[in-house]
Structures are given as C-alpha cells and as structure tokens.
C-alpha cells in the first residue's frame, strides 16, 4: 500500500495561514489524495481530495506536487476550531481501506 | 453533517462477555465501515460491508465479526471480549467505493475491557 509521511506535530497561530505538508513518495497514478480531520473526541471529518491538480473547498486548499510525490494542504487562515489531528491519505480508484497514518497535531494559538 | 449514530457510545464490560455495537444509518449509503482507533495510532479498518449480508474483513478483524441485515444498520459484535479490544470503535458510511468517494463518521464508542 502507498503510505504517506507527515510531521507529527505543528503550532500556529490565529488567523495566520497554515500549510501542513504530506509526502507520498511511492503513490501510483491511480491514488487519490484525501485530507480528513480529528477533532478532539469526534469522529474524523474529510476535509478535502484531489488527484493532480490544486483543489479549493470552502474548508481549505489542496496544492499538489507536479511530479505528485507531495502535497500540501492549506488553511487559509487558522482559527482555534482548526486545531485537529489532520490526516493525508492515498486512496486508489477502487479501495476500501482508508489507511490512517499518526497525522499532524495542528496546535491553533490565540 | 451525515446521519450516523452509534450506540452505546461508551460501554464498559468484563473480559469474557460478548458485546455489540450497533451503528445506523439514514443516508442509504451502500457501504458501511467499523474501524477502530488506539492511542498514538491512526485508524485502523476492522471489518466493512458494501450491502445487505455483504462484508468483508480489514485490517484488525481477529476477534470481531459483523452482520447487516438491513442498509441502515451494521453491528460489530466482539464474541468474547478481551482487555486488548479496549478502544474507541468509529463507525463510517460512503456512498460508494471509488477513490473519489468521502467516508463519513459516526461520533464513536468508547468501550473499556475490564
């Protein structure tokens, strides 16, 4: 299975941009980027997903990589409801195991 | 948000007891999904069904199994539990399978082995 990397850990500050970096070095053509959330003591929420070209939503940005080996998701500007466990994961065309790695603790400062 | 509920959403039992967890659905969605999540992990796909009597196994399925005799409801039961199967269970639905489809989710159980 494509596996992704992500630091474990992030701060930021209010309403300031934060981009949380994702590699996915061994993702084949076919795998889909998907960003899911945590919030403390919920169930994980999608966020957003693309497959080769930058994605906008109303919860944020997808900047994808060229060569498709990284992606970056963006907030663009971070409020304390943001802070979560942020999760990048590969999903291929037909695949029914959504592999979650550690993710990213996105600390929001005041 | 999508209409997932789950239940109980915090249980705690003895080692040995059977348990079932019950997750229902309103949004007609195909497939359902039990995973369940430990501290300083990800999580991880038990067991997922994409119809009425239709499952299969995922990732952690030792130990558990589970049934859907309607679209709206899938149980995971834990035939003899064990202090290892202490976790919090996430249930999720999605429309369909494809890589472009969203995975929605329950709020979770939170279920203690003692």
């Known amino acids: 299975d494509a596996k992704t990397t992500q630091p474990n850990s992030m701060e930021s500050n209010e309403e300031e941009p934060v981009h949380l970096p994702c590699n996915h070095s061994t993702i084949s053509g076919t795998d889909y980027i998907h960003w899911y959330r945590q919030l403390p003591s919920q169930g994980p929420e999608y966020v957003i997903h693309?497959?080769?070209s930058n994605v906008n939503n109303r919860m944020a940005s997808l900047a994808i990589a060229e060569d498709r080996k990284s992606s970056t998701l963006i907030l663009h500007r971070a409020t304390l409801r943001d802070a979560a466990v942020y999760y990048c994961?590969?999903?291929?065309?037909?695949?029914?195991?959504?592999?979650f790695g550690a993710g990213t603790r996105l600390t929001v400062k005041p | 948000d999508a209409g997932i509920t789950q239940s109980p959403r915090h249980k705690v039992t003895e080692t040995g007891t059977p348990v079932t967890l019950r997750c229902h659905q309103t949004?007609?969605?195909?497939?359902m999904y039990w995973y369940r999540q430990d501290p300083g992990h990800g999580l991880r796909l038990i067991h997922y069904s994409y119809g009425v009597k239709d499952t299969d196994k995922g990732e952690v399925s030792d130990g558990y199994s589970v049934s859907r005799s309607k679209t709206e409801d899938f149980l995971l039961t834990l035939e003899s539990a064990t202090s290892s199967q202490t976790s919090v269970y996430f249930c999720?639905?999605?429309?369909?399978?494809?890589?472009?489809?969203?995975?929605?989710f329950g709020p979770g159980t939170r279920l203690t082995v003692l």
């Open positions: 994961i590969l999903r291929d065309r037909v695949n029914n195991d959504m592999r």
């Open positions: 999720a639905i999605s429309p369909g399978d494809r890589g472009t489809d969203t995975q929605y």
């Open positions: 693309g497959l080769t």
């Open positions: 949004e007609n969605h195909r497939y």
